[in-house]
């Protein structure tokens, strides 16, 4: 199996990835959970002191072939306002039997990026933008995702949703209608194709077999974890392939103040002006050439 065709398969993983939020139905908010979940959410996503770990593990199959990819990402960050923010990224991956360490950094208008030991710096204004996402998360197919997934037509793909208590803590389970998201999976391949880098939607086609979340609260009301699994068959120019994967999301102590610290500055050089946008997702080949590339 190509690694141009591998990338386009993950390039459907990753926008599960970019929001880890789903959301339920109205008609299935027995005891209010709906209301916990989201109150939840919200209070962690206002935190202006953060320390989290992310972990994405996806395996995408086509019967003969395995590709894995793994990737581990801890983040720490603290603001009051946006201009003086601080922030520490890593990021360890593992994919196309390549590994890849992005260390980030941000502080005082400029954004360090160190890539396996290339580091570059550019300036970035972050009163340019709306909020603490945009500056995390500033790339096309965050964007796209993230658009998708909040708009009022996509709030009830849930056909069931759950909640425990598990000692002090309140576990909610939630578990997606794999026809609805079925609905939205494909709509999204073809609305943003142009920035998934796919020229012929039609050739490529999902279908879920489960999509489904595990969110725990803390007695204080921040979500302390989160984990999304997914599950999902692919068509992509005739040929069958099987994504399986998990996103996790832990936070260290919820609601306390967190210190980032500062790492060794030196060695970086101000990015040229060809490299000056490298925030964006590099684009993934499009579906013809890859179907070109695999016999």
Do not use: C, R, W
């Not at 962690?44 to 002191?49: C, F, S, T, V």
């Not at 997702?281 to 050439?289: A, G, L, Y």
């Amino acid at each position: 199996m190509k690694k141009g065709l591998m990338l386009a398969l993950a390039s459907v993983a990753i926008l599960f990835k970019a929001n880890n939020t789903i959301y339920a139905s109205d008609d299935l908010t027995k005891y209010d959970v709906k209301q916990i979940y989201e109150k939840a959410n919200k209070k962690i996503a206002n935190l202006q002191d953060v320390d989290k770990k992310e972990e994405f593990v996806l395996n995408i199959s086509n019967g003969s072939d395995d590709f894995n990819i793994v990737s581990t990402t801890n983040t720490v960050y603290s603001y009051y306002n946006l201009d003086d923010l601080k922030l520490h990224s890593n990021t360890e991956t593992d994919m196309l039997d390549k590994q890849v360490n992005l260390d980030t950094y941000y502080e005082d208008g400029n954004l360090y990026l160190n890539v396996n030991g290339e580091k570059v710096k550019q300036p970035l204004d972050v009163n340019s933008m709306n909020d603490l996402d945009s500056v995390l998360n500033s790339t096309n197919l965050y964007n796209a995702s993230q658009k998708q997934l909040t708009s009022d037509s996509y709030k009830d793909f849930m056909e069931d949703i759950s909640l425990e208590n598990v000692g002090k803590d309140q576990k909610i389970t939630l578990k997606a209608d794999n026809q609805k998201f079925d609905t939205f999976l494909n709509d999204f391949l073809t609305k943003y194709a142009k920035e998934l880098g796919i020229e012929n939607p039609d050739s490529f086609t999902a279908s879920v077999d489960n999509i489904s979340e595990e969110l725990l609260i803390n007695e204080d009301g921040y979500v302390s974890n989160s984990k999304v699994n997914l599950d999902i068959d692919l068509v992509v120019n005739s040929k069958d392939f099987k994504l399986s994967g998990t996103y996790s999301v832990t936070y260290n102590n919820p609601g306390s103040s967190v210190y980032v610290e500062t790492p060794d500055l030196k060695g970086y050089k101000l990015a040229s002006k060809d490299e000056k946008d490298l925030s964006d997702v590099e684009k993934v080949k499009n579906i013809d050439t890859i179907a070109k590339e695999i016999a």
